[in-house]
């Protein structure tokens, strides 16, 4: 393709012009479906993805069932739990804010 782009330079020709130029090799079509080339090209693996697929969704579900298997089978009655900390005394509330009921210094609620 690049000795193709060289070929086709010439002074007054945009980049543009050398982009439509250019052969299309794609296994798209311009609606997005695969081309017949694509679909003979993926063929030969098709089957082996297919099963590497089923190996791969089989092993990651396994390790998933272990793991819950096996953190359902904990037993954290022996772990003491430590008593709740000692909250510090309430303070007044020294905001903007007003507490329901409480009148402002203008007198409104």
């Known amino acids: 393709m690049g000795m193709y782009v060289l070929s086709i330079l010439r002074?007054?020709?945009?980049?543009?012009?050398?982009?439509?130029r250019l052969p299309k090799s794609s296994?798209?079509?311009?609606d997005h479906r695969q081309t017949a080339a694509l679909i003979r090209a993926r063929q030969p693996y098709l089957?082996?993805?297919?099963?590497?697929g089923i190996a791969l969704t089989t092993f990651v579900i396994g390790v998933y069932a272990f793991t819950i298997k096996a953190v359902?089978?904990?037993?954290?009655?022996?772990?003491?739990?430590?008593?709740?900390?000692?909250?510090?005394p309430h303070t007044p509330h020294t905001g903007a804010a007003r507490a329901p009921g409480q009148i402002s210094?203008?007198?409104?609620?």
């Open 27 to 30: 296994y798209w079509t311009r």
């Open 47 to 52: 089957v082996k993805n297919i099963f590497t």
């Open 11 to 20: 002074p007054g020709i945009s980049l543009a012009k050398i982009l439509l």
């Open 72 to 88: 359902a089978q904990d037993d954290f009655s022996d772990v003491q739990i430590p008593d709740a900390p000692e909250q510090p």
């Open 105 to 109: 210094v203008r007198g409104t609620k």
